[in-house]
C-alpha cells in the first residue's frame, strides 16, 4: 500500500472508533431480546497494517536460529529462508479478525463462555478468499463453588470446589518457568480448604500446539494461596510434581517444582525453581531451571504505567530433546511464503501484541546452559481527554552457552486516539513483525524500523 492511501483510512478508522456506526447499533438493538442478567454478548475486533514492510525486509538472527526451520531443507528453499530476510506476513497487507463472544452464567457456581474468531489475513486478497480466511472457536467451562454460597455449611474454614476445561488464553503456571504467556487446551480441578490448595492440570498435547517434544502434560500441586503473612503483603507458595509424555521415547518425565510470589500494593516479587531429578548420572547444575521476576504497575494523574523485569536460566539437559522436528507449521508447506499464511496451525492475529518471551524460544537451544533476562514496560501519557502517547519496550537479552549475546530490542512508540476505553487507533514506529516461519508464534527483529496502524473496537 502507498503512503497517498494513508488519509483514506484514517477517515475510515475514525469512522469505526469514534461512531456511531448505524448497522452495529441496529445489530445491538435486535440483540437486545436475547441478553439478560445471566448472558452477555461481545463483539470485538482489530485491524492492523505496516507500511513499507516488504518480503525482503532484513531482520537480525540469533546464530542457532540460521538456517530457519532446521532440518527442513526442503522449507528452507521453498520459503527462503537461508538468508536474512523477513518473508510474508499478513501485517503488510492489512489484516484483521472479529470475535464473536457469549458467556452464560448459569448459576451462581457456573459459566460457560464460547466464542467464534474470524481473521482476514489480508484485505490486498480480495473478500472471499479462503486461503486467507480462517474461523475458530474458543470455550471455556468454569465451575466454582464456595461453602459462603451454602449457608447449610457449617464448616469453620472457608472451603471451594472448582472445576475448569476449554481453552486457557496466555496461561502462566506456578510462576512461569515453562509454561507461560501460552494457549493451551486443559482440564483443571483444585479443592481448598482455609488457605490451602490441592490442585491438578493436564493439559493436551503440547506437540501439536506450539512443536514441542511433549504429549500430555499433568501437574501435581500443593500450595497456600494468598498468605497475608504480614500487613499488606500476601503471598503463594507452591510445591509440585509435573509428569508430562516425552514423544520421542514414548515415557513419562518428571518435574519437581517450587515457586514463591509476594505482592503488596502495585509490585509483586516471585521466582521459581525446578529440578529434573531422573536424568541419569548428570551434574544437578544441568538439570534444574529457575526464575526470578518483578512487576510493578499503577496508574498516575497523566497516564499509566505497567512493567516486568525477569532472570530465568535453564540448565543444559533440563530442556533436553523437547526441540524436536514438528509438523507445527504456520504456512502450506506446498507453495512459496507469499500469501501462504496457514498452515497445518494458524498464528492468530490476536495474539500479536503478546511478549516476545516464552519457554519454547529457550528449548531451541538444546544440550546447552541458556540464560534468558527480560525487561518489558508499558507506558502511557494522556495528553487530552482522548489522545496519548504510548510507549512500549519489550527487552530481551538471550545468553546460551558457546555463543555471543544476542539482543531483541522490541519497542513499539507513538500516538493513540481513544473515543471510548475499548475503541481507539494508533499509528507507531515499532521494529516487530509477525514470523510464521518458526513452530510456535514469535516476532522477527527488523533491522529497520516501520510504521504500523492499528484500529481497534469492542461492543458489550
Known sequence: MRLKNLFAITLAAVALVAGPIPQLARAEDAS????????????????FHQFSFNEGARVRLPPSSTPRRSGEIRLQELWNLDGDQATDSPMGHGA????????????RDLQLDGSLVADLRGYSFGVYNQDQVSIYPKYHVDYLWHSSHDKSWTHRLPTE???????????????????????????????????????????????????????????????????????????????????YADFQSGG????????????????????????????????????????????????????????????????????????????????????GSFGNY??????????????????????????????????????NIDWTKSLSFRFQLDLNAILAEGEDPFLYPFFSVGPEFRATEDAYLSFSLTNKTMNLDKHYPTYYFLRRPLVQFEVRRALD
Open 252 to 335: 513419562w518425565r518428571d518435574v519437581w517444582n517450587a515457586s514463591l510470589g509476594i505482592e503488596k500494593n502495585n509490585s509483586r516479587y516471585y521466582g521459581q525453581l525446578s529440578y529434573r531429578p531422573f536424568e541419569g548420572s548428570y551434574d544437578w547444575r544441568l538439570k534444574y531451571g529457575s526464575v526470578l521476576g518483578a512487576t510493578y504497575s499503577s496508574d498516575f494523574d497523566a497516564g499509566s504505567i505497567s512493567s516486568r523485569l525477569e532472570w530465568r536460566h535453564y540448565g543444559g539437559i533440563f530442556n533436553d530433546e523437547l526441540s524436536q522436528p514438528t509438523q507445527v507449521h504456520y504456512r502450506n508447506t506446498n507453495t
Open 32 to 47: 437486545t431480546d436475547l441478553v439478560s442478567e445471566k448472558i452477555s454478548i461481545r463483539l470485538a475486533g482489530a485491524f
Open 342 to 379: 496457514i498452515g497445518s496451525q494458524l498464528y492468530p492475529l490476536e495474539a500479536i501484541d503478546r511478549p516476545f518471551s516464552q519457554w519454547a524460544v529457550f528449548t531451541e537451544y538444546d544440550k546447552r546452559y541458556v540464560d534468558g533476562v527480560t525487561l518489558q514496560t508499558d507506558v
Open 96 to 107: 484483521s479478525f472479529i470475535e464473536f463472544a457469549i458467556r452464560n452464567q448459569a448459576s
Open 161 to 243: 470446589l472448582a472445576f475448569e476445561a476449554g481453552t486457557f488464553q496466555e496461561a502462566r503456571h506456578y510462576e512461569g518457568l515453562q509454561l507461560y504467556n501460552i494457549d493451551y487446551q486443559a482440564v483443571y480441578t483444585h479443592a481448598q480448604v482455609g488457605r490451602w490448595r490441592l490442585s491438578f492440570i493436564r493439559i493436551g498435547d503440547l506437540r501439536e500446539g506450539i512443536g514441542l517434544g511433549i504429549n500430555d502434560w499433568l501437574d501435581y500441586m500443593v500450595s497456600v494461596e494468598d498468605w497475608a503473612f504480614r500487613e499488606g503483603w500476601v503471598a503463594d507458595v507452591r510445591f509440585g510434581v509435573t509428569d
